[in-house]
Nanobody, 120 residues
Framework: QVQLAESGGGLVQPGGSLRLTCAAS????????MGWYRQAPGKQRELVAS???????NTADSVKGRFTISRDNAKNKVSLQMNSLKPEDTAVYYC??????????????WGQGTQVTVSS
């Protein structure tokens, strides 16, 4: 059984910063790409940023220059540093990971989501 646990969401004023962290645990053989998605009310879930196991990143244009994704392979963690936050960044943020479990089955896993609200 594999689980993703997110932390770090909350309420922040425009221009502020937050750091989201996601830790994968359980029967893991290998983790491939990890990433963050977000879903605002009434909108589709969208990719925010992703990172491969060798550190190659992909960042959405809407957050480029403000958000930075990183990962710690030794600890099975991925983080999203969010700076210069805007009200339009308000959404539920979900951690995603492409994982091969100990049974050698490879699939996508999702965290439960963490709310980020940017408001004055």
């Amino acid at each position: 059984q594999v689980q993703l646990a997110e932390s770090g969401g909350g309420l922040v004023q425009p221009g502020g910063s937050l750091r989201l962290t996601c830790a994968a645990s359980g029967s893991i053989f290998r983790i491939y790409a990890m990433g963050w998605y977000r879903q605002a009310p009434g909108k589709q879930r969208e990719l925010v940023a992703s990172i491969t196991s060798d550190g190659t990143t992909n960042t959405a244009d809407s957050v480029k220059g403000r958000f930075t994704i990183s990962r710690d392979n030794a600890k099975n963690k991925v983080s999203l540093q969010m700076n210069s936050l805007k009200p339009e960044d308000t959404a539920v943020y979900y951690c995603n990971a492409d994982i091969r479990g100990s049974g050698y089955v490879r699939r996508d896993y999702w965290g439960q989501g963490t709310q980020v609200t940017v408001s004055s």
